[in-house]
């Protein structure tokens, strides 16, 4: 099982979303993130799609989505640039300098801080946000919140 990252330009019509994960949900392949965005000044969105699967039945599941009326472009490559966005909620407490510390050397900030509660947000690779949570789980944030991965041809 390999992962892929698929994205897909496609008309912004009712259905469009169902009809992409039912490709994967007949073959019985989960998607690991979906992430869905309206294109600026047009009638089209983007998706990028985050899965796992063989070779052989995610190169399938790419030609039907060709094969798709509203799927305008299929982009499956190597060369995919990719971020992720991680929301993560501490108890304002003692530990909150060492928190913080480790949080602004992945690059991260403070998006909302009040009496009881800070968070952060902090965005990267999907590697290096799961580097990071695995670093922070000593911690015990009250919450996490992944936004799945979005992507961009180089």
Same mark, same amino acid.
């Given at each position: 099982?390999?992962?892929?990252?698929?994205?897909?330009?496609?008309?912004?019509?009712?259905?469009?979303?169902?009809?992409?994960?039912?490709?994967?949900?007949?073959?019985?392949?989960?998607?690991?993130?979906?992430?869905?965005?309206?294109?600026?000044?047009?009638?089209?969105?983007? @998706?990028?799609? #985050?899965?796992? =699967?063989?070779?052989?039945?995610?190169?399938?599941? &790419? %030609?039907? *989505?060709?094969?798709l009326i509203p799927v305008l472009n299929v982009?499956?490559?190597?060369?995919?640039?990719?971020?992720?966005?991680?929301?993560?909620?501490?108890?304002?407490?003692?530990?909150?300098?060492?928190?913080s510390a480790l949080i602004a050397a992945a690059?991260?900030?403070?998006?909302?801080?009040?009496?009881?509660? @800070?968070?952060? #947000?902090?965005? =990267?690779?999907?590697?290096?946000?799961?580097?990071? &949570? %695995?670093? *922070?789980?000593?911690?015990?944030?009250?919450?996490?919140?992944?936004?799945?991965?979005?992507a961009m041809e180089r």
């Amino acid at each position: 099982m390999q992962k892929r990252i698929i994205c897909v330009s496609v008309i912004n019509e009712h259905s469009v979303l169902a009809r992409i994960s039912g490709l994967f949900a007949g073959r019985g392949y989960n998607i690991d993130s979906l992430t869905v965005a309206p294109l600026p000044n047009s009638n089209l969105s983007y @998706i990028t799609i #985050s899965t796992r =699967g063989d070779e052989k039945v995610l190169e399938q599941i &790419i %030609k039907q *989505l060709h094969k798709l009326i509203p799927v305008l472009n299929v982009i499956e490559s190597s060369e995919i640039v990719t971020q992720e966005i991680v929301l993560l909620k501490f108890e304002n407490n003692e530990k909150i300098g060492n928190i913080s510390a480790l949080i602004a050397a992945a690059g991260g900030k403070i998006v909302s801080f009040g009496e009881k509660n @800070i968070i952060f #947000s902090v965005s =990267g690779e999907s590697a290096r946000i799961k580097d990071l &949570i %695995k670093s *922070l789980v000593n911690f015990a944030p009250k919450e996490i919140v992944r936004s799945g991965v979005v992507a961009m041809e180089r």
